[in-house]
């Protein structure tokens, strides 16, 4: 079985460039997170989707980044335009979950390396 | 806010000793905690979930314990093996997820 597949793996841009990651969950799975991840530090949620919803979005910086989920399965974040503080690991995950609220197992991918210059 | 900690930040043992890895959290109503490893330039890949109801889940030479009450969590390695080198982060589910900042792991052939 695929896991959760992530494109481009790295991206250099320069700043103030625009920049687009893709997501492709595991087959089945209805609940996608984007994280990012700086260096020496746990990963931070940007936005949870459960189908096409975002039902979470609360850390996502709105003025310069847009996530969307069309079809409820793969899922695009878009950073427009980029800054040097978003030099980072953009991570995409992907979990089923059931109702109740209960939160199951998350699969990672394996992430996207930005550096902006 | 839930806020993860881990401690120790950083642990280099001798090959064959058994270690544990803490993590602890603020806020006790959680739906499940996971244990990851990160390897360096990789994703994360999940080595234990242990759901709110359990007190602890085992796979392998890995053993994961929860207690809730206390916001605690332990990651217990047993037999370490230079293979075993890695970050190990631990995260909580509440509304969302949130990761400690990670142990990185060394294991000393």
């Known amino acids: 079985e695929a896991g959760v597949v992530q494109s481009p793996r790295y991206k250099i841009i320069e700043k103030k460039q625009p920049v687009a990651f893709w997501c492709n969950p595991i087959?089945?799975?209805?609940?996608l997170y984007w994280y990012r991840q700086n260096l020496g530090q746990g990963p931070e949620l940007l936005i949870r989707?459960?189908?096409?919803?975002?039902?979470?979005d609360s850390q996502l910086p709105k003025d310069r980044f847009s996530a969307e989920r069309l079809k409820g399965v793969d899922s695009t974040l878009k950073i427009q335009p980029a800054e040097l503080g978003d030099s980072a690991v953009y991570l995409c995950?992907?979990?089923?979950?059931?109702?109740?609220?209960?939160?199951?197992?998350?699969?990672f991918g394996p992430g996207t390396r930005l550096t902006v210059l | 806010k839930q806020e993860v900690t881990q401690i120790p930040a950083a642990l280099s043992v001798p090959e064959g000793e058994n270690l544990v890895l803490n993590c602890s959290f603020t806020?006790?109503?959680?739906?499940?905690l996971q244990w990851f490893r990160q390897d360096p330039g990789k994703g994360l890949t999940s080595l234990l979930l242990?759901?709110?109801?359990?007190r602890e889940q085992t796979s392998g030479r890995l053993n994961a314990s929860l207690d809730k009450s206390s916001g605690r969590s332990t990651l217990y390695i047993a037999a370490s093996q230079p293979g075993d080198s890695a970050t190990y982060l631990c995260a909580v589910s509440t509304y969302d997820m949130r990761f400690g900042a990670g142990t990185r792991l060394t294991v000393k052939p």
């Open positions: 995950a992907s979990s089923f979950m059931a109702g109740g609220g209960s939160y199951n197992e998350q699969f």
């Open positions: 989707y459960e189908n096409e919803e975002a039902v979470d």
């Open positions: 806020d006790s109503a959680i739906y499940n």
């Open positions: 242990i759901q709110s109801s359990q």
């Open positions: 087959s089945g799975h209805n609940t």
